[in-house]
């Protein structure tokens, strides 16, 4: 019996409690949920790997080629870049890259198995396509995840409600940094993705481009990333609107990734 | 040995008298020579600050010593006796402990959770160490009192949100732009409120500061204090532009920031926030410039809830503060307590080594033909005999002082091994302070 499933479920449970954990109500004082949140999210990375193991031990091969095998890659590390990159950062972001993770965890639990993509010619182009892809949806991830602390704290300063919660989020400038610079590290990547895609579209079929809904989508992800790079770095635009951008991104990156699937795609299972 | 505390604070007594009986520092020294010197104090402590007075003693008599510390008191005040009794406290036994405990978490204290008596403690425990007014016992009470206080802080969310209103206006300048280092800040008006946030936000780090008041020399007089730029009150908006903190308090009747120049300034800022900090009464900012976007706007009331909620949240937390002090009160009693035995303890040791000590001679006396080594390694012999054979009889009497053992079972304990008794043994004007044996 594979160990994928269990494995998927004790990291789905951590990650859920290692978010309530971070949110620091419950179940562990807000002073001590920093040291129980890290070893939940800790246990639940661990588990995470575990099952990639347990997917590359059952299909003999790099745990990479189908929708469900890369969302276990995604959940590992989105919490995992946060972590090690935002680890400093006050602890009311966990909530929201521990949701994250718990989703697509979630996701692979429920997307049914399918037969792995078709490999052409060159395998090494497909998987840096694959790689290259999903650690750009994790920095698209963990950048909606500053991008919703932001809107979070910004809402609750106006309601003039900051306890609690709002006091363990990032003060909004830190957030808006933080979004800024990963949405920058992903959109480098994503426009490597997609360059990598065409290359390794027209050795397959000939042809540069297919207007494909995953391609079409994949491009809509890169110009809305484009539009919030440009209002953030040539115009110069901060507050809400631009903020709104990011969480705006990061649900069509997750369109591209999970939704663009199901409307008629040959090579994305 | 009795441990009591004698003192007056905010809520006991006027500024006028407090101000009268601290003292600095450098007194202190001579403060605690002083009490020592009165002959009632086995160890003594005084803690003073802006809010309280407390003389801390470890006494054999109780109301000698709390005589002698009321008369210290009244001549630091220039008062009489009789006048200084009427705004006194006085704590004994493990009361005193208590209450120290609960100064030093800072439940006792003016604004509950300040966490700077907690560093007052320590230090007039240190500096008592260091003038050789303290020793076992207080040393151990004030051991007990830092780690409670500790304890207290970070196990507890006593110490937790600002509680004064420049403070809290501050932190959430803090919670929009993160490090103030480098912000831009806009003072309109110039009033005791506005100069006490804008000095917290000097503190905090933020960057240049302009000043705009209807009477220009009033700003530059405020410019020239803080290192500042005054700008003319009738163009300050045109500065919302560049600023990232505005803090208003102007008398004026009329709101002096309406929506209209702040929707202009925030699309020139390119929805930059913009933190409005909003002190007078009436206010000078209308309410409607709070719903405009990537604006914040806090009026004094809105401060004033957040100090009230915090001040709320930490009364709150006194009640798991009193159970940590409670906990920590046992442990030190359970201590205080052990001391009892110490006499009993050191008597049952000087027996055992006076009749090692003379076997060791008989038998020296009796074979001379012992050479050094042989000798050495028979005393060695006895004092491990010795000191296996004390071990239960020391362990019993700390385990009968710890449950409240009756006089007469530790009577019948020196009796058994014939031990003098221990009014005859006890050292005069300095019970109980000895060093407690391992």
């Not at chain 1, 065409?198 to 297919?210: E, K, L, N, P």
Request: aromatic fraction near 8%; include cysteine; glycine fraction near 8%.
């Amino acid at each position: 019996m594979s160990a994928l499933r269990p494995c998927l479920i004790l990291a789905a449970c951590s990650y859920l409690t290692a978010a309530l954990c971070y949110h620091g109500r419950w179940p562990v004082r807000a002073q001590r949920a920093k040291t129980w949140a890290t070893i939940l999210a800790g246990i639940g990375i661990a588990a995470n790997l575990g099952a990639l193991v347990a997917a590359t031990a059952d299909v003999g091969d790099w745990p990479l080629l189908t929708l469900r095998q890369t969302l276990v890659l995604f959940a590992v590390a989105v919490p995992a870049a946060y972590l090690i990159v935002l680890r400093r950062e006050p602890i009311g972001l966990g909530v929201f890259t521990c949701a994250v993770a718990v989703a697509a965890v979630g996701g692979s639990l429920m997307v049914p198995d399918a037969a792995p993509v078709k490999q052409f010619d060159s395998r090494a182009l497909l998987l840096v396509h694959i790689v290259v892809a999903v650690v750009a949806y994790a920095a698209f991830g963990l950048a909606a995840c500053c991008g919703a602390a932001y809107l979070c704290k910004e809402a609750l300063l106006k309601r003039k409600r900051l306890t609690g919660f709002g006091t363990r989020l990032p003060s909004l400038e830190t957030a808006e940094i933080l979004g800024y610079r990963l949405a920058g590290f992903g959109f480098v990547l994503w426009t490597l993705m997609l360059a990598v895609s065409i290359w390794y579209t027209a050795r397959v079929t000939g042809d540069f481009w297919g207007w494909t809904p995953k391609q079409t989508w994949s491009l809509v992800t890169w110009a809305v990333y484009a539009a919030y790079l440009h209002a953030r770095m040539v115009s110069h635009y901060r507050g809400r609107a631009t903020v709104g951008l990011l969480v705006a991104g990061f649900v069509c990156a997750c369109t591209t990734y999970v939704i663009a699937n199901y409307l008629g795609d040959p090579h994305h299972l | 040995m009795h441990i009591v505390a004698v003192g007056l604070n905010h809520k006991t007594a006027p500024v006028e008298l407090r101000e009268r009986v601290s003292f600095a520092e450098a007194e202190l020294s001579g403060v605690l020579t002083s009490l020592l010197g009165r002959g009632t104090f086995a160890e003594t402590t005084v803690l003073s600050t802006c809010n309280r007075t407390e003389v801390y003693g470890c006494v054999a008599d109780v109301d000698r010593s709390v005589t002698d510390a009321v008369a210290f008191l009244a001549e630091r005040a220039r008062a009489t006796n009789g006048t200084i009794r009427s705004h006194v406290y006085v704590y004994e036994h493990a009361d005193a402990s208590r209450h120290l405990f609960r100064v030093a978490c800072g439940i006792d204290s003016m604004v509950i959770g300040e966490s700077q008596i907690l560093t007052q403690v320590r230090e007039a425990f240190e500096a008592a160490a260091d003038a050789g007014a303290v020793r076992t016992v207080l040393r151990t009470l004030g051991r007990h009192a830092t780690e409670v206080g500790k304890r207290a802080r970070s196990e507890t969310d006593i110490g937790v949100g600002r509680v004064s209103i420049s403070s809290a206006a501050v932190d959430l300048a803090k919670n929009v732009f993160g490090d103030l280092a480098g912000h831009r800040v806009l003072v309109v008006g110039a009033g005791e409120m506005s100069e006490l946030t804008l000095t917290h936000l000097i503190d905090a780090g933020v960057g240049s500061i302009l000043v705009s008041n209807r009477t220009a020399e009033k700003a530059e007089a405020l410019a020239q204090r803080f290192g500042g730029t005054a700008v003319p009150f009738e163009r300050f908006t045109d500065h919302l532009v560049e600023v990232d903190i505005v803090i208003t308090q102007t008398g004026s009747p009329e709101p002096i920031l309406t929506p209209r120049p702040l929707q202009l300034a925030i699309r020139a800022r390119r929805s930059r926030p913009l933190f409005l900090i909003d002190i007078a009464v009436p206010r000078d900012i209308d309410a409607a410039v709070g719903d405009l976007p990537n604006v914040f706007l806090f009026d004094i009331d809105d401060l004033k809830s957040i100090v009230d909620h915090h001040l709320s949240e930490r009364e709150a937390e006194t009640v798991k503060v009193e159970a940590l002090i409670s906990h920590q009160l046992a442990e030190f009693n359970r201590w205080f307590k052990g001391l009892e035995a110490v006499p009993l303890i050191q008597q049952l040791e000087a027996e055992f080594e006076r009749l090692r000590q003379d076997e060791l001679a008989r038998l020296l006396r009796k074979a001379p033909a012992l050479t050094q080594e042989q000798a050495e390694a028979v005393d060695a012999a006895m004092y491990r005999l010795k000191q296996k054979l004390i071990r239960a009889p020391i362990r019993a009497v700390r385990q009968l002082v710890e449950n409240d053992a009756d006089a007469e079972v530790l009577s019948l304990i020196r009796e058994v091994y014939g031990l003098p008794g221990a009014d005859e043994e006890r050292p005069e004007g300095q019970p109980g302070t000895a060093e407690v044996p391992s």
